[in-house]
């Protein structure tokens, strides 16, 4: 598969593997153990390099599956994971946590669920308001120099928290939802950050947790326990008004012979050379179909056609619940001794 660059030098698969929908989230398609692995390796086997995961994903679950999946190729492949948030015994998520003994506590834990030495990409999964990002940048930049993390990522900071991040530990990649129906990147700055400051941008959710993909409609019936129900894109009414969005992949797909998710990647790649998206799944045409995005060649005429259609869409509901929102683009505390 093509390659493309986070950073200044952290290389990886120009299309990642996002692991989170293995065991977490989706009710609709979560898989066995064995499943998961076998996924991962037959990933690996179709060129993907770059593989997410998360603690709270499960939680602690899935970084097991993506650990077993990955141990014979450890040297072959990029592995992220994420730390930010306080899990209690029972394993609810209870609130956010940067400090850095917790960061520390959370890598020694994730490398062993892991089943290797070193985080290659570890993100700060959401910002935590109540510790200065000095701090955390901190945490990881030792982190770093004792050999257990190799490169430092952020996920949904805002801007100035990014910057000032980024001053104490070069932040290698950032990650965010990106995609045709969530531009936001595009108008608070973010991506504008990222051009300025050598930094890698990672779209998670690149199709609409599953949406953008074609296979669903207003009448698509969620179990009860999968979380999208909760979030406004996806009640029936909103997902009758989006369709709008799939019918032009659609179109744009027949005449390029592929398929809306493929044209929705595509469009992606062609934003920046440094972004990489990390769509998840649990069947493997599909993973496939995407890994297939990067022979979609989208042509100028072909992206100022979906600039234009697209401007003409206006996307329903948010993208996020309300609790969930609030913690996005948010900026962390000064040290103490600061503004």
């Not at 990650?175 to 045709?180: A, G, I, K, W």
Request: proline share 5%.
């Amino acid at each position: 598969m093509k390659k493309r660059k986070l950073g200044q030098s952290l290389e990886v698969s120009a299309i990642g593997f996002g692991c989170m929908g293995l065991n977490a989230s989706y009710s609709t398609s979560v898989v066995s153990k064995d499943e998961g692995v076998r996924l991962i390796r037959a990933a690996v086997e179709r060129g993907v390099t770059f593989f997410d995961t998360a603690e709270v994903y499960g939680p602690f679950i899935n970084e097991e599956v993506v650990g077993e999946g990955l141990t014979p190729v450890r040297d072959r492949v990029v592995i992220a994971t994420k730390f930010g948030w306080k899990i209690d015994a029972t394993g609810q998520t209870v609130g956010l946590d940067s400090r850095p003994q917790h960061i520390r506590d959370v890598v020694e834990a994730s490398l062993k669920r892991l089943r290797t030495d070193r985080v290659d990409l570890l993100y700060q999964h959401r910002v935590d308001p109540d510790v200065p990002i000095e701090d955390v940048a901190g945490a990881v930049k030792e982190l770093i120099a004792e050999g257990k993390v190799k490169h430092f990522g952020m996920s949904e900071p805002g801007v100035q928290t990014l910057q000032r991040a980024h001053a104490v530990q070069p932040v290698t990649a950032l990650q965010n939802e990106y995609s045709l129906w969530t531009r936001e990147p595009e108008a608070n700055g973010t991506i504008q950050a990222c051009d300025e400051l050598g930094i890698g941008f990672v779209p998670f959710s690149p199709l609409g947790r599953g949406f953008l993909a074609g296979a669903m409609s207003k009448d698509t019936k969620l179990r009860e326990d999968d979380f999208r129900n909760a979030i406004p894109r996806f009640s029936p009414q909103a997902m009758e008004k989006n369709q709008a969005l799939v019918d032009l992949l659609k179109r744009v797909g027949d005449e390029k012979g592929a398929t809306p998710a493929q044209v929705a990647l595509a469009w992606l790649l062609a934003q920046r050379p440094y972004i990489v998206p990390i769509p998840g799944t649990t069947k493997l045409h599909r993973l496939e179909e995407n890994i297939g995005a990067v022979n979609v060649e989208l042509s100028e005429a072909d992206l100022r056609e979906i600039k234009e259609a697209v401007s003409q869409i206006e996307i329903e509901g948010e993208r996020y619940y309300p609790q969930q929102m609030a913690l996005v683009g948010r900026d962390a505390a000064h040290r103490s001794t600061g503004a």
